[in-house]
């Protein structure tokens, strides 16, 4: 059995801190490319809930490609919270595909509902649940990659 020892953890807290924000503009950018890829290629009509989460998504990649080649930390602050957001939004579009009954209080109003699900693999992995899960990679990777306070 092993134990972790302080300098272990401090040698993955580094690391994490190193490669944060590239960990981070890394899924943005496939979360940019697979959704651009859905809607572009496969002809996939966004819909409203869609749009807004490419509103957020879609600047990470840059301010986020540009923070990690800088090394800037401090951007930390600014994409955080857009990234919180997006996911806020990507967690009420996955309950109108898991309860369809939550789209009746705020139908979209414009293109396809946003309960109308393209695919399902496995049963269970949705679009929806694909841009839900990048933004709680992203939301996970900024606040390992930020700088400690001493």
């Given at each position: 059995?092993?134990?972790?020892?302080?300098?272990?953890?401090?040698?993955?807290?580094?690391?994490?801190?190193?490669?944060?924000?590239?960990?981070?503009?890394?899924?943005?950018?496939?979360?940019?490319?697979?959704?651009?890829?859905?809607?572009?290629?496969?002809?996939?009509?966004?819909?409203?809930?869609?749009?807004?989460?490419?509103?957020?998504?879609?600047?990470?990649?840059?301010?986020?490609?540009?923070?990690?080649?800088?090394?800037?930390?401090?951007?930390?602050?600014?994409?955080?919270?857009?990234?919180?957001?997006?996911?806020?939004?990507?967690?009420?579009?996955?309950?109108?595909?898991?309860?369809?009954?939550?789209?009746?209080?705020?139908?979209?109003?414009?293109?396809?509902?946003?309960?109308?699900?393209?695919?399902?693999?496995?049963?269970?992995?949705?679009?929806?649940?694909?841009?839900?899960?990048?933004?709680?990679?992203?939301?996970?990777?900024l606040v390992l990659g930020r700088e400690k306070n001493n």
């Amino acid at each position: 059995m092993t134990t972790t020892t302080e300098s272990e953890f401090e040698i993955h807290e580094s690391w994490f801190q190193r490669y944060g924000l590239y960990l981070a503009w890394l899924v943005a950018l496939v979360a940019t490319c697979g959704s651009l890829y859905f809607s572009e290629i496969r002809g996939f009509i966004p819909c409203d809930l869609c749009w807004y989460q490419r509103i957020f998504m879609y600047p990470l990649v840059i301010v986020l490609g540009i923070a990690a080649y800088r090394g800037d930390r401090r951007i930390i602050g600014y994409v955080l919270p857009m990234s919180i957001i997006g996911m806020l939004i990507s967690i009420y579009h996955n309950f109108e595909i898991w309860f369809p009954k939550v789209g009746e209080m705020m139908p979209c109003r414009s293109g396809i509902p946003c309960n109308y699900d393209y695919l399902n693999w496995l049963g269970f992995i949705t679009i929806p649940l694909m841009a839900l899960t990048a933004f709680i990679l992203i939301i996970i990777f900024l606040v390992l990659g930020r700088e400690k306070n001493n």
